[in-house]
């Protein structure tokens, strides 16, 4: 009986001793997203490296895009040489930046919040991005010499446009859903 006893302590303890080791890498990882800055709602923090978490989708998004880092338009075949580039790069520590689809861009545009472009109109995005970027973004959903641009402009929504040559042609990369 007090083998058995001493043998179901050991159990317990080295159980406990890993759950605790697996807290202390859960609080290490939660420490990187700790926000610098939120927005209004908490729903976007700014988490001081380049990038801002959408606290809902989990989605990681570069804070700012491909305009603001440039200064040129995209187009989309551009915009995936601009993935491989800033995943070479590690961006923010991080080799899975994507283009995103585009319900996780439309997921950006909220008709309540109002933000600037580059132009000094405004379009429908949190202020935690700054201000100056494109007014849509290219997305990962294209057929043949089309693809998905997202408007966060106006009524918002998705386009299908030329690849080479669309006028909307600009990029906001995306990573996760991040745990």
Do not use: C
Request: proline share 3%; no cysteine.
């Amino acid at each position: 009986m007090k083998a058995r006893k001493l043998i179901i302590s050991t159990v317990l303890l080295t159980i406990l001793t890993i759950l605790g080791g697996g807290a202390a890498v859960q609080s290490q990882e939660a420490e990187k997203l700790k926000p610098v800055k939120k927005s209004a709602d908490e729903r976007f923090w700014d988490v001081g490296d380049g990038t801002i978490l959408d606290t809902q989708s989990r989605l990681m998004w570069m804070k700012k895009d491909y305009w603001q880092l440039q200064s040129q338009w995209v187009n989309w075949y551009t915009a995936i040489e601009f993935v491989q580039r800033m995943n070479n790069k590690k961006y923010a520590g991080h080799t899975d930046w994507r283009l995103p689809t585009p319900e996780e861009a439309g997921g950006l545009y909220e008709r309540r919040k109002r933000n600037m472009d580059k132009d000094g109109d405004k379009i429908f995005m949190d202020r935690i991005f700054p201000q100056g970027p494109g007014w849509a973004t290219w997305t990962s959903e294209d057929k043949g010499k089309m693809a998905v641009v997202v408007s966060f402009k106006d009524r918002g929504g998705k386009d299908y446009q030329d690849k080479l040559s669309g006028s909307d042609a600009f990029i906001r990369l995306v990573r996760g859903p991040v745990s």
